[in-house]
């Protein structure tokens, strides 16, 4: 499919990452204003909140925009997903009626003057494990390589329950965590910041359909119910992680923060970039079968700005393609159990990462545990996040004249309170 072409003419720039072809769907506020859903189309954002005040693109009876989330419209199903877009392309086409476009100008507000908001109310959250490369990587460096991949690992996808609570918008500023740390040898465990703070390179898919309570849904059904996808930094303390992990798994260690890309790219923008997972070495047992390819080729980049930089320096460079488990296949595992999932919950891919070591998605994995630190074209190196580092994750389909860009996720680290426990301190 090539570009489809806009009025709004920087939505047609080939290297720009919102264009018709993508409408990915976010929440913003301008000034002091009141939080509103809109729709990226080159550098603007079209106010949708706006649009259906005004009485126009009425999506169903009740209004679906009053409330600062896109939760109510995933309520709706995918045929409404459908359709919704179908009428953003129309309107915002360049062949649109001159009325459709006097009303959308009208709408438009520059994406220079908005502040992001998170795009949806974030139910429940689970983090998988879903790329092997990360799992051999980090299964070598914890537990050696004859162990590496944990026996169940070819078999299902491997997750843990995080919060949705810590779950924030890119721009959210980090504050580094305190935690238990305990070193090699026989000295007894200590609370302290953490030493070795790092970011898992994920994407985030969002659930904009329910499950039923008791019954689990097929691999087919749970695609049909994954509304969208965003950059997702899951902050990992690797030292408080090493310690708490066994037997339960992560706990604090995974709970300081995951930040989010603002924009939930849709399903349907992905369509064009359709990819099967990696080869597998045994036969997946039916409920978990991918009845076709289920990931996407989405490029995928970590960038670093350290404090005092000028601009941010390429640390590393990977694709969502690597990956063992996809989305649907998540999300299909995670109701074997009969537990529901909510609109509004998100899936963790699990961090991201290739065969190449510039292609590791985490710095313990480029930093190989902090035996080998990174080099920062010049400006120094890193084994672990130091403070006030500011992390950047973009991402983006390359389609024939066109881009489906993600946007970023960014978020800088700040340096540890002298002491968590003091209430005089503000965030
Ligand atoms: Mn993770």
Redesign the pocket.
Known sequence: MPLLKSWVESANAPDGQFPLNNLPYGVFSTENGPRRCGVAVGDSILDVTALEERGYLNVCETRVFAAPSWNAFMSLGPETWRRFRSHLQAVLGARAAQADRDVCFNALVPQADATMHLPVEIRGYA?FYGCKNHAINVGTMFRGPENALPSNYLHLPIAYNGRASSIVVSGTDIRRPWGQLKDPGGAPPRFAPSERFDF?L?LGAIVGQPSKFGKPVTVAEAETMIFGYVLLN?W?ARDIQTWEYQPLGPFQS?ATANTISPWIVTSLALQPFRTSTQPREVQLLPHLQEPLPMLFDIDLEVLMLPSGAGEPLPVARTNYKEMYYSAPQNLAHHTTSGCPVEVGDML?S??ISGTEPGSRGSLVELSWGGKEPVGLNGVGTRSFIEDNDTIIMRGASRGDGYLVGFGECVGKVLPAYADPYARDEVL
């Open positions: 983090d898992e994920e899951d990992s995974k963790g699990g961090t």
